[in-house]
């Protein structure tokens, strides 16, 4: 999964949704920090917001979903919010597409039970035909979970773009192999450990692209690494352990607890997320497993961590385990992450 271009890669930041002054400032700032493009994630509300207030604002930042739950709408409401999106910005859109889980996407959101890959790969492949061809006249699509016959739609206007990037989030070998067969760019979930990406995740790629008969070059592989710089790593440790047992209790995860040695831990951690308080077994979360899914310590340490993934990853996304943290606290960490970063 070598990245063919250059082994520097790019950097990308995170936008939520906070009041208009605050996200204004912060792509602004983004922006004239050089960072490459920011992403606008999707827990509840839809990420499209934070977005089309960045874009107004900027003029070469690259703006992109990060990600959006597929099953939360439908494909064609997501086909036309990326429409809006790269009409907002000016062609400077991408769609960053994710499964989630079914406690989130049923249990939340109210969508039918899934098979999670199949239904991404076939919103992939509605969104495209609608991206494609709703201001020409569509013909109908027959997919296993979405069929429309479109006869009542009026053709749209042009889009700026016939081809929006795809870009599909994974956590495990499934959806990379599908990522590498449909989508134009992976991206890495914060879950991924160095090593997970490096060792498992990498050959699964380099795999699943030649059966494909792509080649690497044609899709962008964007990793997000969590990072707490910090000198004080036992305190960086513990501000960590809410966000690790806030994922590590997710029962659909196990496999992937599993492969890294902490089923058991995982497990314990389930009692808390699945009665809705995992704050109250982030205590259960052992220094090594947050050490592990998190670059924590000093700041040359952490830098030297994330820079194993120069050659592996285009582009990357250094984030702070945000969970639990007070505002001053994730403060700390963005600041903290952007000046061992761009130093």
């Not at 098979?115 to 609608?130: D, F, N, S, Y």
């Not at 030297?304 to 960490?333: M, N, Q, T």
């Amino acid at each position: 999964m070598t990245n063919t271009e250059t082994s520097a890669p790019r950097h990308w930041s995170v936008l939520q949704p906070l009041p208009a002054p605050i996200l204004v400032e912060m792509a602004r700032q983004a922006e004239a920090m050089g960072i490459h493009g920011c992403f606008a994630p999707q827990v509840m509300g839809p990420p499209f917001l934070p977005l089309a207030v960045a874009a107004g604002v900027t003029e070469r930042l690259q703006l992109a979903s990060g990600i959006a739950i597929a099953a939360a709408r439908s494909p064609f409401e997501t086909a036309m919010a990326a429409i809006d999106m790269d009409r907002i910005s000016g062609g400077r859109f991408t769609l960053g597409l994710g499964a989630s889980v079914q406690a989130w996407s049923h249990g939340v959101f109210g969508a039918p039970v899934h098979k999670p890959v199949t239904h991404l790969r076939e919103t992939v492949e509605a969104v495209r035909h609608i991206v494609r061809g709703a201001h020409k006249g569509l013909e109908p699509f027959e997919g296993e979970y979405y069929q429309a016959d479109f006869k009542e739609l009026q053709p749209t206007a042009p889009p700026v773009r016939e081809e929006i990037p795809i870009w599909v989030a994974a956590l495990r070998a499934p959806m990379v192999r599908m990522a590498a067969r449909v989508a134009d760019g992976l991206i890495g979930h914060p879950m991924w450990s160095i090593e997970w990406a490096r060792e498992t995740m990498a050959p699964e790629l380099d795999r699943a692209l030649e059966a494909a008969g792509r080649s690497r070059s044609e899709i962008e592989v964007n990793i997000w690494p969590w990072a707490a710089p910090n000198p004080n790593e036992a305190e960086a440790i513990e501000d960590a352990r809410p966000t690790i047992a806030f994922y590590g209790g997710v029962k659909q995860y196990e496999s992937f607890f599993e492969a890294h040695g902490y089923l058991d831990v995982a497990r314990k951690l389930q009692e808390g997320v699945q009665r809705g308080d995992f704050m109250s077994v982030a205590h259960l979360v052992p220094d090594e497993m947050v050490r592990t899914f998190v670059s924590v310590g000093e700041p040359e340490k952490v830098r030297e961590r994330i820079g194993k993934l120069d050659g592996l990853a285009d582009s990357i996304c250094i984030v702070p385990p945000a969970y639990g943290l007070s505002p001053e606290k994730a403060f700390f960490y963005a600041t903290a992450i952007a000046e061992t970063f761009q130093a």
